[in-house]
């Protein structure tokens, strides 16, 4: 869809629009756009009527709202072409704004929004299911080592993925945004964090939404500061103390990264989209991490880092 598409959609929609600007593209397929004049400002979002619809996410933006957490209020909706007009909450997303000086207060006030969700009653949802979360594992071997990568794996994929998914079963689940990172986190002029992209929201292991926010794909691991900042959520949650949270975590990080790194592979292989193949390289760096001591049971992870360098040098 062409900027002057959507300036033709917002008049549709009685929204003059004076200019356009593109946002984001994201894995789903979903299409982001500002909508701006003197008045007002907007984001209009597109998604294919043939490969998905808005319904989950108004149906959570409503509950989400209804339970005090901040979340970007729906202006239009139209089924039939698959646009979702939405407030526009600004650019100030955790991966921009988030430095040095205010880290660790950003990070717990994002915790503090993400226990908010965990405690929210939200209709309908669905839960994960085993076979999605070890298909969605599989994605690693298939996508990003077979296709990418052009590499066969050994049995030690095989095993990480089944201690990994054993893990993941034995861990509290809850309310799982499923993309809980710092681009989907918008902080406000009032110092409040806004949460957006939450339309795959399902009941989960509380490990992948802690991951997401404290396992970032653009910055290394820092067990000292996780282990903070795990403190600080086990204070202020209502999980118990015998739930051991960084190993929840640790398995929450293995399943969420190997699972993007085979999806972004994907969206290159078949869809020529090479929007995040920078941020693989972070990924990787970060599935081997916090692996700590546990990671020479699986030298092939290594051997995959030096040729991603390799197929990236290339590209």
Not at 11 to 16: G, H, V
Not at 46 to 68: M, Q, R, V
Request: proline letters at 2%.
């Amino acid at each position: 869809m062409k900027a002057e598409e959507v300036l033709h959609l917002a008049a549709k929609y009685e929204l003059n629009a004076d200019e356009v600007y593109p946002l984001k593209d994201e894995a789903s397929g979903r299409r982001y756009w500002r909508l701006k004049n003197n008045s007002y400002s907007f984001v209009l979002c597109y998604l294919d009527p043939n490969k998905g619809d808005h319904k989950n996410f108004i149906k959570i933006s409503n509950d989400l709202t209804a339970n005090n957490v901040s979340a970007p209020k729906i202006i239009h909706h139209d089924k039939i072409s698959g646009i979702l007009i939405q407030e526009d909450l600004g650019d100030g997303d955790l991966l921009k704004i988030l430095d040095q000086n205010n880290k660790t207060n950003l990070l717990k006030k994002s915790l503090d929004v993400l226990i908010k969700i965990q405690q929210s009653k939200i209709s309908e949802l669905t839960k994960l299911s085993t076979n999605e979360l070890i298909n969605q594992m599989y994605l690693f071997k298939s996508k990003f080592c077979n296709e990418f990568l052009n590499i066969d794996t050994d049995e030690s994929i095989d095993d990480l993925i089944d201690i990994a998914i054993n893990g993941i079963k034995s861990q509290p689940w809850t309310n799982c945004h499923f993309d809980f990172e710092r681009r989907n986190l918008i902080l406000g002029d009032s110092n409040n964090i806004s949460v957006i992209d939450y339309q795959d929201m399902k009941i989960g292991p509380i490990g992948i939404d802690l991951s997401g926010i404290l396992i970032d794909h653009y910055y290394p691991f820092d067990e000292i500061e996780v282990k903070k900042l795990l403190d600080y959520y086990s204070d202020k949650s209502n999980i118990s103390d015998e739930v051991d949270l960084f190993d929840a975590l640790k398995w929450g990080s293995v399943q969420r990264n190997m699972r993007i790194l085979g999806t972004l592979s994907d969206l290159y292989t078949s869809k020529n989209r090479a929007f995040r193949l920078k941020d693989l390289p972070m990924i990787l760096h970060n599935l081997i991490a916090i692996l700590g001591d546990e990671k020479s049971k699986y030298d092939f992870l290594d051997e995959s880092s030096k040729m991603l360098e390799i197929k990236l040098k290339s590209l």
